[in-house]
């Protein structure tokens, strides 16, 4: 008799849940499904992408700046190098009556027809036998390349 009327209460039972809004998959549903789910917001697209530019922009720009830094140095090396290759083909080009010695100090002067002319005196070191046809262009050392190492230059004075 009871599992009369067990079938009994069966065939009343009415379920109150809609089976049009009983999810098969609960856990595969893309918000949380009752009271104790984590809280899931959707993320704005638009402000997502906006942060993701501007940290793009910050990390391009800081690079973009280190190698316009680096580009500036190796401009000025170049620069100097270019400089002390045109010393140096006007001092082997300028007459002396002596064997330049690897690293010590010349003095470079130009005559009135300006012819270039090698020294070891110093304009300060002229004395009153200065001759007065002669101009001051460049303090150099002889480096072991054979060029020279422009040390001061009349151009720096001016």
């Known amino acids: 008799m009871s599992d009369q009327k067990e079938?009994?209460?069966k065939e009343n039972f009415?379920?109150?849940i809609d089976?049009?809004?009983?999810a098969e998959n609960p856990h595969a549903l893309e918000y949380g499904h009752h009271v104790g789910s984590a809280v899931i917001k959707p993320e704005d697209i638009g402000k997502q992408k906006g942060r993701a530019l501007t940290a793009m922009e910050y990390?391009?720009?800081?690079?973009l700046n280190q190698l316009y830094e680096q580009m500036q140095v190796l401009a000025e090396?170049?620069?100097?190098?270019?400089?002390?290759?045109?010393?140096s083909e006007r001092i082997?080009?300028?007459?002396?009556?002596?064997?330049p010695i690897i690293n010590h100090v010349y003095h470079l002067y130009e005559d009135e027809d300006l012819t270039q002319i090698l020294s070891i005196i110093a304009?300060?070191?002229?004395g009153r036998s200065r001759k007065n046809n002669y101009t001051y262009?460049?303090?150099?050392?002889?480096l072991a390349d054979h060029t020279w190492d422009i040390i001061e230059s009349a151009d720096d004075e001016s």
């Open 7 to 9: 079938n009994k209460k």
């Open 14 to 16: 009415q379920n109150p």
């Open 19 to 22: 089976p049009d809004k009983i």
């Open 59 to 63: 990390q391009t720009d800081q690079q």
């Open 77 to 87: 090396q170049a620069k100097k190098i270019n400089k002390r290759k045109e010393i």
């Open 92 to 99: 082997y080009q300028a007459s002396f009556r002596f064997d």
């Open 123 to 126: 304009p300060t070191e002229w």
């Open 137 to 142: 262009v460049a303090t150099i050392r002889l």
